[in-house]
């Protein structure tokens, strides 16, 4: 028998929290857990090579996305280069959405039916199939570390019955994924939990997924838009549905107080676009909150981003030196602010992780929160 792609193990439980610290052993190299993992849609995190990614950011896993790399430059492209590592030149493990998140945010642009989703490129128009069985040839062809069963994610808010039907869909779904896949000795696949808000929606579905043995299973659905009392009652709830010795994945969450959140829930992985993201709109994350870097206060301001960071570019550099390359449009400004927050969030995971060893996780949050200027 193949040995699996993926092993996990617990390494400490918070005592006041139940909070995990982990260890995913994968091909590529072991993850710790909690973790943040950076967002490389199309191959590439956003203005850093991976080289960055390594020794400035300290990453050691990131995502890549099925449905833009399928549209372009094409999965069978990647595969004859070599598979996504040797594409991008990134030596460390990979994660692959299934792309059906993508594909549902198309709306009237795209048609379900229980084979799999018709819709048309957001770059050219053309007509395109995605199937769980295309998701999974696709992601097959990237040669991810871990892949995603293609699934239904329904909008926040979608009628129950229409949950319920998209929930069952997911389902039937994920069984064909698993049917599919069979390099289970290099690609681990998680199952996705879905069910939107509804409780006895949400407990099916992560029962019915449990039963299909998967090696890892994620949330998805929320983090939608939802208000975060809604966000945090269904993470609660979900969490403790999955297995206790399997990894847990919570999709599409990035800011600092959702990432503690997740991790106090017992989650062991999170992912997002917004430190990228913001840093190309000239915001720095800080232990503070944020900052806008075209703030005009920042003009005279020859001080380092954030204090607390220790990061390259708060070693080097100062507000009114990134304030200004925004304001002369460089694109420097963009790549040193990427950086800042990408480390600035990967360091954030290695506090929640001491705080754990130490049972201090709700001490550190709160300290946290004081600091940045939410309320708990």
């Not at 039916?113 to 295309?134: Q, Y």
């Not at 690609?187 to 029962?207: C, H, P």
């Not at 990134?322 to 990427?338: N, V």
Request: aromatic share 10%; proline share 4%.
């Amino acid at each position: 028998m193949n040995k699996e792609a993926l092993t996990f193990e617990i390494k400490k439980i918070d005592k006041k929290t139940g909070a995990r610290l982990g260890v995913i052993h994968l091909p590529h190299g072991d993850v710790e857990t909690p973790v943040f993992m950076p967002v490389g849609t199309q191959a590439t995190v956003k203005a850093m090579t991976p080289e960055e990614m390594k020794e400035m950011v300290g990453s050691y896993i990131i995502l890549s996305n099925t449905y833009h790399l399928f549209l372009r430059p094409g999965h069978e492209l990647i595969k004859e280069a070599g598979g996504l590592h040797k594409f991008m030149n990134w030596d460390r493990n990979i994660l692959t959405d299934s792309g059906g998140f993508q594909v549902f945010s198309l709306g009237d642009l795209r048609k379900i039916t229980e084979e799999g989703v018709e819709f048309r490129s957001h770059i050219d128009g053309t007509k395109k199939f995605l199937s769980p069985e295309k998701s999974m040839e696709v992601q097959n062809y990237l040669g991810s570390d871990i892949m995603m069963a293609f699934d239904e994610c329904a909008p926040y808010n979608a009628t129950y019955d229409y949950v319920k039907k998209s929930m069952q869909r997911t389902t039937r779904w994920a069984k064909r994924c698993k049917e599919y896949h069979k390099q289970t000795d290099k690609q681990a696949l998680f199952g996705i939990v879905q069910g939107g808000f509804y409780k006895d929606l949400r407990k099916q579905s992560a029962e019915d997924l449990v039963d299909l043995d998967f090696p890892g299973y994620a949330i998805g659905g929320i983090s939608v838009g939802e208000p975060k009392e809604e966000f945090l009652d269904i993470l609660r709830y979900t969490a403790p549905l999955l297995p206790q010795n399997k990894p847990r994945y919570l999709m599409g969450v990035g800011t600092p107080d959702y990432l503690i959140e997740a991790a106090i829930a017992g989650i062991d992985m999170c992912d997002c676009v917004i430190p990228t993201r913001m840093a190309r709109n000239a915001t720095a994350l800080t232990h503070y909150g944020r900052l806008n870097m075209l703030n005009a206060k920042y003009e005279h301001d020859f001080t380092t981003l954030d204090k607390d960071c220790n990061c390259y570019t708060c070693k080097n550099y100062t507000k009114a030196y990134i304030r200004h390359l925004f304001k002369a449009k460089e694109i420097l400004g963009a790549r040193l602010l990427s950086i800042h927050n990408l480390r600035f969030l990967v360091n954030l995971m290695e506090n929640v992780r001491e705080a754990i060893k130490q049972d201090s996780l709700i001490d550190f949050r709160d300290e946290f929160y004081s600091k940045y200027g939410y309320d708990k």
